[in-house]
C-alpha cells in the first residue's frame, strides 16, 4: 500500500494524523535506499526558489518559478525532473489556510493545502506554456476533488502563478485545453502564497527509490 491509499484509509476511520506512520517505518527518517534507477536519472536540483517553510521563494537570476497541484507529488515532481529546462523541483503545500502544515496535517483535508511541485526552470530553455503542456497531460483535470482514487482537496487539481503573465497564460491555456475535452475542466488557477516544502522522505521520491507509487498517465521519459 503506497503513502496515497494509506492516507485515504486512515481519513476514513479517522486516525489521520498516522496516515504515513506506515510508509515513514517501512523507509526510516529519510527514505529508502536509492535504487540502481536513480542513477540514470536526470541530473535536477532540489532548491528551487530556496524553499523553505514560507519563506520567501528567490530563484537564481535568469531562471523563473512554476508550481503545479495535480493530486500525489510524488509523480507529478517524476515528471517535472524529466523536462528538459527544469532547474529544481520540490514538493510541499500550498493554497492553504493554516500555517507550518505537515504531512499529518494535510492529509485529514481540514488546512486547505494541496500537495504541489515547486519548479524553477530556465525560460530560454523551456517556455512556461509547455510547463502547462505538461501539467494537463499527466493528469485528468476534470476530476473534482482529487485525483485517480486520491479524494481530498489535498489531491485536487491547481496551477499556482506567480505573475500576472502567468496567470493571463494558464487561462489560455486552460480554454485551449477544454476544447479537446468533453467534461468541464475542474482545475483551479491562483496566485501563489506561502509554499511549506513537504518532509524530507517526499522530496524526489520517485528518483531516491525507484518506486513508482504514484503514477502518472504519459511516460515520463518523454515528456
Known sequence: MNHR???????ATSL???????????????GPPASSAAS??????????HAGQGTPLV????????AFAAGCFWGVEDAYRHVPGVVATAVGY????????????VCTHTTGHAETVLIEYDPTRVPYEQLLRVFWKIHDPTQVGGQGPDE????????????????????????AEQKHLSSPIATQLRPMGAFYKAEEYHQQYAERTGHHGCPIRVDVTKL
Open 94 to 105: 500550498a493554497g492553504g489556510h493554516t500555517a507550518d502544515p505537515t504531512y499529518e496535517r
Open 59 to 66: 530563484p537564481a537570476a535568469h531562471d523563473q518559478l512554476a
Open 5 to 11: 491509499s494509506t492516507a485515504v484509509l486512515l481519513f
Open 152 to 175: 481530498g482537496d489535498s489531491y485536487r487539481s491547481v496551477v499556482f502563478t506567480f505573475t500576472a503573465e502567468q496567470a493571463a497564460a494558464a487561462q489560455a491555456s486552460k480554454q
Open 16 to 30: 489521520a494524523p498516522a496516515c504515513h506512520a506506515a510508509q515513514a517505518a517501512a523507509d526510516g527518517p529519510a
Open 40 to 49: 540514470t536519472s536526470p541530473r535536477v536540483g532540489t532548491d528551487p526558489g
